[in-house]
């Protein structure tokens, strides 16, 4: 009886974990990237060895922290794709970090938070005639972040 109850009590918390290690953010790349006219998801230890120390230093306590990422770019329908990328970031519980308007590009920057810790961080830049967006995945208190920003 106590092996069932110890393999059940396991069982729930590796269903569990499972569950929370996939982020919401996986899930509107797997719905959208068939309309993408590029897409790409590359774990951050590959993707951080093409990026330069010098064009880095001042974010590089984030880039260890990295898991992965998602870039998608969208030219189709891009006033259409942003409507739906705003109903998943509420949906989703996303939190808006920053939002910067540079003559007609817009860029915001959203956290998904998970028990204090940001899990991930998208960023979302648009204009008139494209949507480009760029996930990465990571395990950051909030004062690591705003370290990060003060630094700058």
Do not use: W
């Amino acid at each position: 009886m106590m092996k069932r109850v110890i393999l059940f009590a396991f069982t729930v918390l590796l269903f569990t974990s499972c569950k929370t290690s996939q982020s919401s953010f996986d899930n509107f790349y797997r719905n959208h990237k068939s309309q993408s006219e590029f897409s790409i998801k590359v774990p951050a230890f590959l993707a951080n060895l093409f990026l330069k120390n010098e064009d880095v230093k001042e974010v590089k306590p984030l880039l260890k922290k990295a898991k992965s990422y998602h870039l998608m770019v969208f030219e189709e329908n891009p006033q259409n794709l942003q409507k739906e990328f705003v109903n998943f970031v509420k949906q989703h519980h996303y939190q808006p970090l920053m939002k910067v308007k540079n003559g007609k590009d817009n860029v915001g920057f959203y956290v998904f938070k998970e028990q204090n810790r940001i899990k991930e961080i998208v960023m979302n830049v648009r204009d008139k005639n494209s949507v480009v967006m760029m996930s990465m995945k990571t395990n950051l208190s909030e004062e690591e972040v705003a370290n990060l920003m003060n630094a700058n």
